[in-house]
């Protein structure tokens, strides 16, 4: 079918809305066509195009404060480095985090890893 229709090796890489009763032929067109849901390309590009704004960080009295931008990088861990590494939050979600520091040594830094769940930006903080 995909020969008939032209799509053979032709077939775009995207997000597809499979409507009830889309038929196979269809679904082909429009893969052919590329005709992909837009909404989230268009938010892809508008995200890959602003510079990432650097996460705010503060550690006061045994307290460490984690502000981030959630709608580019949802997913926050943070890892505390040194004479071990000891991960103080794992997978935090919308934008701010308040997190307890008084039992770690006092030298040492921060790792914070911040992703989308596949892309992952380290920024290492010193205390």
Known sequence: MARQLGAAGRIQVGE???????????????????RVVQQRTARARALA?????APQVSERGGVL????????QPYLTVTHLGSARTVI???????????????????????????????VERVFIER
Do not use: K
Request: proline share 11%; charged share 20%; glycine share 12%.
């Open 65 to 72: 404060s984690v502000r981030w931008d959630p709608a580019r």
């Open 49 to 53: 195009a602003a510079p990432a704004s």
């Open 16 to 34: 597809y809305r499979i409507e009830p009763g889309t038929t196979p032929r269809r679904l082909l067109m429009d893969m052919r066509d590329g």
């Open 89 to 119: 939050a794992l997978d935090v979600q919308g934008g701010s985090a308040t997190l307890p520091t008084a039992a770690l040594p006092p030298a040492g830094r921060f790792e914070l890893a911040l992703g989308d769940g596949l892309n």
